[in-house]
């Protein structure tokens, strides 16, 4: 079976940083386009960043600057390195791994950011 499973998160306060990983089973990761979605507490989910197969990526406004995404193909991991973290980016985070051969979705992993 398919399989996306985050790591990462956790409590941090404002301005500090976090990596998040995503680890992918059974799936031809390097074909995949990767995703990192975010949704907080009475917000729709929303997409915060995105890899390409070939290494393009695009981010949201509201982390420009801040969060970085790459990959590994190699070990089948996408990553977002979280930067200069905001109270506002506290939120679950999710993984998605999206194809013309389908999509599928991680279990998420909670990020918060607090003092």
């Known amino acids: 079976q398919e399989q996306l499973v985050e790591s990462g998160g956790g409590l941090v306060q404002p301005g500090g940083s976090l990596r998040l990983s995503c680890v992918a089973s059974?799936?031809?990761?390097?074909?995949?386009?990767m995703n990192w979605y975010r949704q907080a507490p009475g917000k729709e989910r929303e997409l915060v960043a995105s890899?390409?197969?070939?290494?393009?990526?695009n981010y949201a406004d509201s982390v420009k600057g801040r969060f970085t995404i790459s990959r590994d193909n190699a070990k089948k991991t996408v990553y977002l390195q979280m930067d200069s973290l905001k109270p506002e980016d506290t939120a679950v985070y999710f993984c998605?791994?999206?194809?013309?051969?389908?999509?599928?979705w991680g279990q998420g992993t909670q990020v918060t950011v607090s003092s």
């Open positions: 890899i390409t197969r070939g290494e393009s990526t």
């Open positions: 998605n791994a999206r194809s013309n051969l389908g999509a599928y």
């Open positions: 059974r799936i031809s990761f390097s074909i995949y386009t």
